[in-house]
Nanobody, 124 residues
Framework: VQLQASGGGLVQAGDSLRLSCAAS????????VGWFRQAPGKEREFVAG????????YYADSVKGRFTCSRDDAKSVFYLQMNNMKPDDTAVYYC??????????????????WGQGTEVTVSS
C-alpha cells in the first residue's frame, strides 16, 4: 500500500484543519492507519489511529477531545480532523499503516508504508 498525506497549512491557534491520507495499491481491510507528527528537533510521535474495517479509533492523550479520525471507504481516504489547534501541534504530519496485531500501538517502529508528510504550522 502507498499512502499520501495532504491538507497541511498555516493556521492560527484555535482554528481547525483537516488532513487527508489517500491510500492506493494493495489494501487489506485488516489494516490500521496511524497518524504521527514530528516537530523540528523532536522525535516522531503518535497522534491517532483508525482501523480500516469498523473504524475504531485511538488517540494520544495530547489530542484527545480535539482531533478526530475518520475514513471514506469508497475513496480509500483517511482523515484527521484537528480542532482547537495549539502552537504545540506544529509539526510535519505523516500517515502510516500497521497490522491488526499491533492495533493500538503508539510506536512508530510498528508502522510502515510511511507516506510523504504534510506540514502544519499553528501560530499563536
Amino acid at each position: 500500500v502507498q499512502l499520501q498525506a495532504s491538507g497541511g497549512g498555516l493556521v492560527q491557534a484555535g482554528d481547525s484543519l483537516r488532513l487527508s491520507c489517500a491510500a492506493s495499491g494493495r489494501i487489506f481491510s485488516s489494516y490500521v492507519v496511524g497518524w504521527f507528527r514530528q516537530a523540528p528537533g523532536k522525535e516522531r510521535e503518535f497522534v491517532a489511529g483508525i482501523r480500516w474495517r469498523g473504524g475504531s479509533t485511538y488517540y494520544a492523550d495530547s489530542v484527545k477531545g480535539r482531533f478526530t479520525c475518520s475514513r471514506d471507504d469508497a475513496k480509500s481516504v483517511f482523515y484527521l480532523q484537528m480542532n482547537n489547534m495549539k502552537p504545540d501541534d506544529t509539526a510535519v504530519y505523516y500517515c502510516a499503516t500497521t497490522g491488526p496485531s499491533t492495533w493500538g500501538s503508539h510506536r512508530a517502529a510498528d508502522y510502515g508504508s510511511w507516506g510523504q508528510g504534510t506540514e502544519v504550522t499553528v501560530s499563536s
